[in-house]
T-cell receptor
Framework: NAGVTQTPKFQVLKTGQSMTLQCAQD?????MSWYRQDPGMGLRLIHY???????DQGEVPNGYNVSRSTTEDFPLRLLSAAPSQTSVYFC?????????????FGDGTRLSIL | AQSVTQPDIHITVSEGASLELRCNYS??????LFWYVQSPGQGLQLLLK??????LVQGIKGFEAEFKRSQSSFNLRKPSVHWSDAAEYFC?????????????FGPGTSLSVIP
């Protein structure tokens, strides 16, 4: 059982480039989310999804797009990377969030924008 | 503003000493409450959770937490700390009245353990 898989683990981009961070889970979880982690700020919610075809914004959605075409996958897109988006990104999943189910986290993607 | 606070940015304790990490939230209703631990370079692992019932909950690795509605707190405790407990600890809140599906994290408390 792989759990939550994030790729790539590390990435360096130049300002203005675009890229997609991949997230896949094999637990048939309905709820998936993306966080960014910055020193002293904990994890901040970027976007989340309560099921295929449904997404919503979190605390810091600007500069990021998401889609949820399948239950398993929840990619995060940076359309035009900026240095302020240098961070560690975590994807997480759980059963329906409304029941208070805990989230399972991936190992993170460390992204640097030059 | 709605928020999750962890007043202690960094705590240092001696091995074998007791530990309490503080967490407060400012939401009106009783949310779901979680504590996660993050070891260096790793993702987050759930320690324990609360969403109803007994206000004292037991978790993994000998941790427990107590929900106090009157204080809007969910403090994490461990009676005797081990060197392997050194990590970053995050309190999280879900089931928010403004957005039931969101989970919001506090800024974290970094724990160092002195041999």
């Amino acid at each position: 059982n792989a759990g939550v898989t994030q790729t790539p683990k590390f990435q360096v981009l130049k300002t203005g480039q675009s890229m997609t961070l991949q997230c896949a889970q094999d637990m048939n979880h309905e709820y998936m989310s993306w966080y960014r982690q910055d020193p002293g700020m904990g994890l901040r919610l970027i976007h989340y999804s309560v099921g295929a075809g449904i997404t919503d914004q979190g605390e810091v959605p600007n500069g990021y797009n998401v889609s949820r075409s399948t239950t398993e996958d929840f990619p995060l897109r940076l359309l035009s990377a900026a240095p302020s988006q240098t961070s560690v990104y975590f994807c997480a999943s759980s059963y329906t969030q409304g029941t208070g189910q805990p989230q399972h986290f991936g190992d993170g993607t460390r992204l640097s924008i030059l | 503003a709605q928020s999750v606070t962890q007043p202690d940015i960094h705590i240092t304790v001696s091995e074998g000493a007791s530990l309490e990490l503080r967490c407060n939230y400012s939401y009106g209703a009783t949310p779901y409450l979680f504590w996660y631990v993050q070891s260096p370079g790793q993702g987050l692992q759930l320690l324990l959770k609360y969403f109803s019932g007994d206000t004292l909950v037991q978790g993994i690795k000998g941790f427990e937490a107590e929900f106090k509605r009157s204080q809007s707190s969910f403090n994490l405790r461990k009676p005797s700390v081990h060197w392997s407990d050194a990590a970053e600890y995050f309190c999280a809140v879900g089931g928010l009245e403004t957005s039931y599906d969101k989970v919001i994290f506090g800024p974290g408390t970094s724990l160092s353990v002195i041999p």
